[in-house]
């Protein structure tokens, strides 16, 4: 009679009893293999953090090329920024007489240009642990809302609780602007949301062993902590700091005096005032000097502008247009986009002025019918024309106009 190789059970007590050259093995030996398999990698980690297997900063360029549209200054420190990063991590315990220090980074630019999708692709290359956390929640210990140390729970959920694997990862915190001072007098009230925050970040931004509550909440006294070592993890923070432009303005008039005033504004694009951030800009808008020592790589992120939209819509991997292709596809539809479709649904990206973001609202707004109608209809080819996109817009808006009235 039949029987699995490892655990001896019959073909009658297993579902399945798969047949080798000189074996058998039931389905739950292949289940419990699985699981042993996922395990195993998890604790070596997919990345070993070795020079020979770490991506040089060209190669994370132009991995980052293919899912991100423009931005090629952000690009270019942030791959030189997490290369340095995982140098450091490579030549640990060899006895340097030199130590590197973690270079923290932060990603200043508007909604919708690219910031966390940046932060992602370069997690997903270098497949390391990483974890997207909001700064709005976070409060000051003893306060309604979520401790600082929540964001390392996060990650070692994203870790599958390997410590070792999370302490090598990255943290993207978002609305690192929403922290921000909420006044020049941090003594008239406590500004638990604010400044209470941002020295709550200063130790795990630096390093340190922190005591995480597994399942996230509060912490209390029975409650069985684990302990992580923030050092070798990477901490990338963005946030749109809307406004900043202002500060940034008046630094640069303050610096231009006398006669070479006039000549010397003339290289400034008034246009692209985040060009010329810097971080006294930072500090100036409400970020405490402490944090702000503890972020050293600064970056920004331009808005996009119509051509850099118009290249979002068809050209990266993950393409909207080859999104809704591949929907469409598994219906065995073929779609396609008339080009003067896809102008007309950047320009209402750009009269929305909610960069990336708005294209998929407004490809949502268009495509929704189609997709309600056609996968149970016959219709083999699908082709998405302007007079078709207009009316779908003018549609959606006459209902909101009606909402608000």
Known sequence: ?????????????????????SGHICDRCVEQATDIMKSEITAKGAFDFENKALPKPLEMK????????????????????????????????????????????????ETGTGKTLIARTIAKMLKVPFTIVDATVLTEAGYVGEDVESILTRLLQVADYNV??????????????????????????????????????????????????????RKHPEQRMIAVDTTDILFICG???????????????????????SMDTEHIDKKNMLQYIAPQDLRSFGLIPEIIGRLPVLSYLLPLDKEALRRILTEPKNALTK????????????????????????EKAVEFKVGARGLRAICEAVMIDSMYELPSGKQKKYVVTLDEVRQKMEKTTLKKLRNIA
């Open 323 to 346: 999104q809704y292709a591949h929907l469409f596809s598994m219906d065995k539809i073929d779609l396609s986009f008339d080009e003067e479709a896809l102008d007309y649904i950047v």
């Open 62 to 109: 132009n991995f980052l090329d293919e899912y991100v549209i423009g931005q090629d200054d952000a690009k270019k420190v942030i791959s030189v920024a997490v290369y340095n990063h995982y140098k450091r991590l490579a030549q640990k315990g060899k006895g340097k007489d030199v130590e590197i220090e973690k270079s923290n980074i932060v990603l200043v630019g």
């Open 164 to 217: 070792k694997a999370a302490e090598k990862g990255i943290v993207f915190i978002d609305e690192l602007d929403k922290i921000a001072r909420k006044g020049d007098n941090p003594s008239i009230t406590r500004d638990v949301s604010g400044e209470g925050v941002q020295q709550g970040l200063l130790k795990l931004l630096e390093g340190s062993v922190v005591n995480v509550p597994p399942q996230g909440g």
């Open 1 to 21: 009679m039949d029987r699995c190789s490892f655990c001896g059970r019959t073909k009658k007590e297993s579902n399945i009893l798969i047949a080798g050259m």
């Open 239 to 261: 946030g749109a700091f809307d406004g900043i432009d202002k500060k940034i303005a008046q630094r640069l008039n303050t610096k231009i005096v006398g006669y070479s005033a």
